[in-house]
């Protein structure tokens, strides 16, 4: 078992109106950490029944979390993002054996879960509306905005505390409740802030976390009619499910799906900095994050040198189980994780890629593979059109700005895009030309709460974090006043 400060935050059941309870059958899923294969515990294997449940215990509670100041909520918030610090090295404890991710960068996502929650207790209290000249001399305009109402959300596994509280945070900071499925895969770490935020004062059905069979919670989430807005983060193709399941009770949807990354190295680039900026967006968390360079452009001058730098720099990292020290890159989440880097190597060699390193598990079995290179990678091959979500980095190459720009937009995603240059000029024409919701100009890590999150074309629609992120949340109400 885990060698917790604090044991009681690792919670073996589901947190619905303000009790900690079982399925309705008793029926459990097993969690398993992907660095041993050891069974960490169970969780609850709920379904519609309990997602009803936590959806009317949402409604009940809102009336009385929607007539709160912002100031009031904003504490009770505040609080939460002070037990998340205060308990991180729990937090990070739990999601690196739940998870994979080396403990140093579980913490790091746990300070960046709480920093959703610390801007959104500031950002609830700015929400304002506007007065507008009237077209009337004996009328007034007055816009207001208020909570939409009970909120659900659905995340997924690879970052299980930051992709919650960037949805739970500004929900709860408009006056709404909120209704959370983490990944069937992660959900301690989900539970476990649930056991902080019923610490940090939040009323009972204010919050729920619910784990158990996906597609049944997932329909009842999207279907029930008291339910007004979905946050989703994950696929495109669950997205997409979800999207239509939205529609016959016309739900405000936001939807972080996935991405393909460009990941462009023009020859003015500082190379040093551009491999630097490569390792941290191609290796972070094993390769599997939505934002991480997937496809990497290298122009031909500098294509040989770029290569054999990056190669030298992926050759430093240290694959093991992230609780041991010195570990950069834990095992894949999962059997299936596997199987589709090696799928996307094995084609990309059978068209003639060049293993630069790496390229087969790592022989400390279980999930775990090794960081991989390939070059001269073309857009004939899979890795082209589809994200690997592993520690796999093909490059590709190209002569001029136009191909490249080219090469970078031919794809249905667009949530990040990543260049190196120093021409000026380049700088804004390539950011403008990039089809894409987010772009990093000479970094690798563009991630925070400060900034809009968020794709364009399938990576999906509405932005997270930020004061954009309170917009999801909200109505917009006119009121016309007459009498005056
Ligand atoms: N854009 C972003 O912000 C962002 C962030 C992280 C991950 N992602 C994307 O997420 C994907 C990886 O995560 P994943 O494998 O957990 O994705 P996934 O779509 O398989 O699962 C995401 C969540 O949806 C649930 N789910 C699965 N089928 C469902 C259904 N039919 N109805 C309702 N819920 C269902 C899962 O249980 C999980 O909680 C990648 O494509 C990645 O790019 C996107």
């Not at 499925?181 to 919050?207: H, N």
Request: hydrophobic content about 45%; glycine content about 10%; aromatic content about 8%.
């Amino acid at each position: 078992m885990l060698n917790l400060k604090d044991p009681s935050l690792l919670r073996q059941q589901c947190f619905i109106d303000g009790e900690w309870c079982d399925a309705n059958d008793a029926s459990t899923i097993d969690v398993v950490n992907p660095a041993t294969g050891e069974r960490l515990g169970t969780v609850p294997h709920m379904g519609k029944a309990e997602t009803q449940r936590a959806i009317d215990a949402a409604n009940a509670a809102w009336p009385a979390w929607r007539k709160k100041t912002a100031k009031e909520r904003s504490a009770i918030l505040r609080t939460w993002n002070d037990l998340m610090l205060a308990n991180a090295d729990d937090l990070a404890l739990i999601m690196t054996a739940e998870q994979g991710k080396p403990l140093a960068e579980a913490k790091g996502e746990i300070s960046y879960a709480a920093s959703f929650i610390e801007w959104f207790a500031e950002e609830g209290k700015r929400v304002a509306g506007d007065t507008l000249q009237s077209p009337w001399p004996d009328r007034r305009i007055v816009v207001t905005k208020e909570p939409i109402g009970v909120c659900a959300a659905i995340t997924p596994w690879n970052f299980p505390a930051a992709m919650i509280t960037r949805k739970v945070g500004p929900a709860l900071a408009a006056g709404c409740p909120i209704v959370v499925k983490p990944a069937e895969l992660t959900p301690f770490s989900a539970l476990a802030l649930a056991v902080l935020g019923e610490r940090a004062g939040l009323p009972k059905g204010v919050l729920s976390v619910l784990t158990g069979d996906s597609k049944a919670i997932g329909l009842e989430m999207t279907s029930n009619p008291i339910v007004r807005k979905v946050s989703f983060t994950g696929s495109t193709q669950v997205g997409r499910i979800l999207m239509q399941q939205c529609a016959p009770t016309i739900k405000k949807l936001s939807l972080e799906l996935g991405g393909n990354a460009p990941f462009i190295v023009f020859d003015d680039a500082d190379v040093d900095a551009a491999v630097e900026g490569a390792i941290a967006s191609k290796y972070r968390n094993a390769g599997q994050t939505c934002v991480c360079a997937n496809r990497l452009y290298v122009q031909d001058g500098i294509y040989e040198k770029f290569a054999e730098k990056l190669v030298a720099a992926v050759s430093k990292l240290k694959v093991g189980n992230g609780v041991e020290a010195g570990v950069t890159q834990g095992p894949l989440i999962e059997e299936k994780a596997v199987v589709k880097v090696e799928q996307h190597i094995a084609d990309a060699l059978s068209k003639g890629a060049r293993l630069m390193m790496g390229g087969k598990r790592h022989e400390l079995g279980h999930s775990f593979f090794q960081p991989t290179v390939l070059a001269d990678v073309t857009t004939s091959m899979q890795v082209a059109g589809e994200e690997t979500f592993g520690p796999l980095a093909p490059l590709f190459r190209f002569k001029t700005e136009d191909e490249v720009i080219a090469m970078a937009n031919d794809t249905e995603f667009g949530l990040a895009a990543y260049f190196y240059s120093r021409d000026i000029g380049r700088v804004w024409r390539v950011a403008e030309a990039l089809e894409s919701g987010m772009v990093g100009v000479n970094t690798g890590l563009i991630s925070n709460e400060v900034a809009p999150f968020g794709g364009v074309k399938q990576s999906g629609l509405g932005r997270e974090g930020s004061v954009y992120g309170m917009d999801d949340y909200l109505v917009i109400k006119y009121i016309c006043m007459g009498g005056v």
